[in-house]
C-alpha cells in the first residue's frame, strides 16, 4: 500500500520568503506525482503534475521536482505572497489507474 | 469549461433525513469520484464510476448510496447517517480512469454536510 508523507504539517514564513515543502512516498512506481492547493472549506485545484518520466515542472513561482529512486518530491514556492496561504496537498497515482494516494498536506501561513 | 459543480454548498440534516448530494461536469470525462474530507485530514476516496458504472467502492457503509443516472452527472443519496459522518463531500472528475500520464483530476467546491 503507498504511503504519502508531508513534511512540515504547519509552515509560518514572513512575506517574500522561498521556501520547501516535502514530500515523500513509498512506492516509487508511481505513474505521476502532482501538487495540489486547497483553501479552507473548499476543492483542490490542481498547481503541477510531474510525469513518472519528468524530473521537474515550473509554473511562475512554483517549481515541483521529483526523483523517484528516493521516493521523494519538493514543492518550492519563490517570493511568498500572503496569497499563498492555503493547504499543499502531494498526491501520487500508481501505475495507469487513476487512484490517488494524497500525502495529510503542509499548512502554509504567508504573514504580511 | 473545465468546471465541476456540486450542490448544495451547505447541508444540515438529522439522522431520520434523506438527502441527495450532487454533482456534475460537462468535460465529457468518463471516470467521477466521491471523497469524503475531515477537518485537517485528506480527502478519502469513496467511490468511483467510469462509464457509468461503479468501479471502486471503498468499503463504504451502506448509508450512502452513489448513482451515475449519466456521463455528467453523479449523485450520492444519503440516509440514516451518523454526526461523524459530518464533513466536507468533495466530487471530482477525470478522462478516464486508466488514462495517461498527465490527466489529472477536477475537484468541485464540495458540500459541507452537517448531521445533527
Known amino acids: 500500500k503507498q504511503e504519502v508523507t508531508q513534511i512540515p504539517a504547519a509552515l509560518s514564513v514572513p512575506e517574500g520568503e522561498n521556501l520547501v515543502l516535502n514530500c515523500s512516498f513509498t512506492?516509487?512506481?508511481?505513474?505521476?506525482l502532482q501538487w495540489f492547493r486547497q483553501d479552507p472549506g473548499k476543492g483542490l485545484t490542481s498547481l503541477l503534475l510531474?510525469?513518472?518520466?519528468?524530473r521537474e515542472q515550473t509554473s511562475g513561482r512554483l517549481n515541483a521536482s521529483l526523483d523517484k529512486s528516493s521516493g521523494r518530491s519538493t514543492l518550492y514556492i519563490a517570493a511568498s505572497q500572503p496569497g499563498d496561504s492555503a493547504t499543499y496537498l502531494c498526491?501520487?497515482?500508481?501505475?495507469?489507474?487513476?487512484?490517488?494516494?494524497f500525502g495529510s498536506g503542509t499548512k502554509l501561513n504567508v504573514k504580511p | 469549461d473545465t468546471e465541476v459543480t456540486q450542490t448544495p454548498k451547505h447541508l444540515v440534516m438529522g439522522m431520520t433525513n434523506k438527502k441527495s448530494l450532487k454533482c456534475e461536469q460537462h468535460?465529457?470525462?468518463?471516470?467521477m469520484y466521491w471523497y469524503k474530507q475531515k477537518a485537517k485530514k485528506p480527502p478519502e476516496l469513496m467511490f468511483v464510476y467510469s462509464y457509468e458504472k461503479l468501479s471502486i467502492n471503498e468499503s463504504v457503509p451502506s448509508r450512502f448510496s452513489p448513482e451515475c443516472p449519466n456521463s455528467s452527472l453523479l449523485n450520492l443519496h444519503l440516509h440514516a447517517l451518523q454526526p461523524e459522518d459530518s464533513a466536507l463531500y468533495l466530487c471530482?472528475?477525470?478522462?478516464?480512469?486508466?488514462?495517461?500520464?498527465?490527466?489529472?483530476?477536477?475537484f468541485g467546491p464540495g458540500t459541507r454536510l452537517t448531521v445533527l
Open positions: 510531474i510525469q513518472s518520466s519528468q
Open positions: 471530482a472528475s477525470s478522462p478516464t480512469l486508466q488514462g495517461a500520464s498527465t490527466d489529472t483530476q477536477y
Open positions: 468535460m465529457g470525462h468518463r471516470a
Open positions: 498526491a501520487n497515482v500508481l501505475e495507469n489507474f487513476n487512484k490517488f494516494y
Open positions: 512506492d516509487s512506481a508511481i505513474y505521476n
